[in-house]
């Protein structure tokens, strides 16, 4: 695997505002500090894209999205993801 994406596992809460300012992404850590926010958790489920856990709020026209990842992307995902973005850029390159 790559050196980049295996080093790239989360290792604290990190938090991302989606572009335009109406999404604050907390991507959480601990699962213990996850359970006790007093919101209901919906699972989205085991795909090649991994297994998330989210929570969700809305407050003055933002949404506030706390993830817990149960379990990581695949490799054979990450690769994919990779390989499409090679393609992207070679198709700009080359138009």
């Known amino acids: 695997m790559n050196e980049r994406l295996r080093d790239a596992v989360i290792d604290r809460n990190f938090v991302g505002v989606y572009s335009g300012g109406t ?48 379990k990581e992307r695949t490799p054979e995902a990450l690769r994919d993801d990779l390989k499409k973005i090679r393609l992207e850029r070679e198709g700009r390159a080359s138009a």
């Not at 500090?33 to 007093?38: G, H, K, P, R, V």
């Not at 795909?47 to 003055?60: F, M, Q, R, T, V």
């Open 23 to 70: 999404a604050v992404y907390v991507i959480m850590k601990r699962r213990d500090e996850f359970d006790l926010l007093a919101i209901p958790a919906e699972d989205h489920g085991e795909n090649e894209n991994g297994h998330i856990l989210s929570k969700s709020i809305d407050a003055d026209g933002v949404s506030i999205i706390f993830q817990f990842v149960l």
